[in-house]
């Protein structure tokens, strides 16, 4: 009988006595974010003490205790880098992670275009593999999961970036982590979280939604794909709720093919995925996004609606816009040369969040037209060096109140364009590479097209 009884004690203190564990976003090879405070969390048994130590700082033990919910969070202050390092948590056990390395850790997610891998077929594809031995470069690549309610965790774990994992990894992501690791000289952690075929309303959190008509009948004008859900929240609760406050420096961004079901929704929609993805981790962090290309969606204007709809929410602070129109081909919804693709995201994050770049970097956006004379004098931002390539050629269009566009012959003039049509005598509207599949000829000095745009307030 007393022996029962032990086996019963020992039962019940082993069930109680629950052991430490952490998700998977924490793991051998991880990347943590230089000169910062990092968040740790994990779970543990209510009233476990937990203790961390990282190996750069072995003489200062953090810890807590588990909360009634068995969770813990601790708060580990990085240093400028790079490691490799170890992290050591205990409790009624112990973790230790290894070959943990310090320095910026950047989100990728979005659709297909930033989804597709080298692996899928792209420009020098085969020799970009062949050289991706790079163990200062890592990945975290989140599997494709739909949840109706938040979850805590994925199944992933950081790997070194080889042949064999880069490609299989977001193309664009690496060329824009490779990129950052040459000129900063420190580690680089991509987390990658991708879905085809997605629209943005599911990758927005299910608050963003309460008490937001907008975005509840923008949800509501969704169509069913058999690729993915199209329901709000879904791709949000299952792929990025769980990384959620993983320390980042920024996110790259692309997605927007799936929305011309609905276009005139999509500023609102993006703007609103942007605010609420800052809002969860509580940081204005750089939201760098690629511009869709021109494609023949078989409708009118949807796939332009879109892309102007992106321009246009340049407006949140700490955006930037990668234009992709000079590398796309208008029958492949994936365009194949995502390496400069990749390098403008980088070129980005160079100049406006690392400062170490003065370039150019970006294309002309327009900034203003002013009608005088029967003309519209057309100004941009990023304007430097105009020029049309191939050579007289017009993409502009004019309207007057009518809003019946007639194409315009335009000019440049110190770096403004001139432009006018005989047919429109009192000009109230202009637009520029107004179409699907209408790919931009509108140049600066950086050799980086304009972005389609129209004054109309569609």
Known sequence: MKKLTFYIFLLIANISMANISLPSVFSDNMVLQRNSTTKIWGWASPGEEIRLVASWNPTDTLSTKGNRQAKWELKLKTLEGPGPFTITISGYNTIELKNVLVGEVWLASGQSNMEWSASA??????????????PNIRFFDVPRIAAEYPQNNVKSNWVECTPETMKYFSAIAYFFGKKLEESLNVPIGIIGSNWGGTPAEIWIPKNAFEKDEKLTEAASKLV????????????????????????????????????????????????????????????????????????????????????????????????????????CDVEDIHPKNKIPIGLRFANLALKNHYKLNTNLVEGPLFDKVVFENKKAKVYFKNSEGLYFKPEKISLFEISGEDLIFYPAKATIKNNTIIAYSKKVTNPKYIRFAWGNTSISNLFNTANIPASSFTTKNY
């Open 121 to 134: 077929g792209i420009i020098n594809g085969e020799e970009a593999i062949k050289n991706a031995n790079n």
């Open 224 to 327: 069913k794909e058999e690729w993915g859900p199209n329901e709000p929240s879904r791709a949000f609760n299952g792929m990025i709720h769980p990384l959620v406050p993983y320390t980042i420096a920024g996110v790259i961004w692309y997605q927007g093919e799936t929305n011309t079901s609905n276009p005139k929704y999509y500023k609102y929609v993006f703007s609103s995925l942007i605010k609420s993805w800052r809002e969860k981790w509580d940081i204005d962090f750089p939201f760098y996004f690629a511009q869709i290309a021109p494609y023949n969606y078989g409708t009118n204007y949807a796939g332009v609606q879109i892309r102007d709809a992106q321009r246009r929410t340049l407006d949140i602070p700490n955006t930037g816009m990668v234009i992709t129109s000079d590398f």
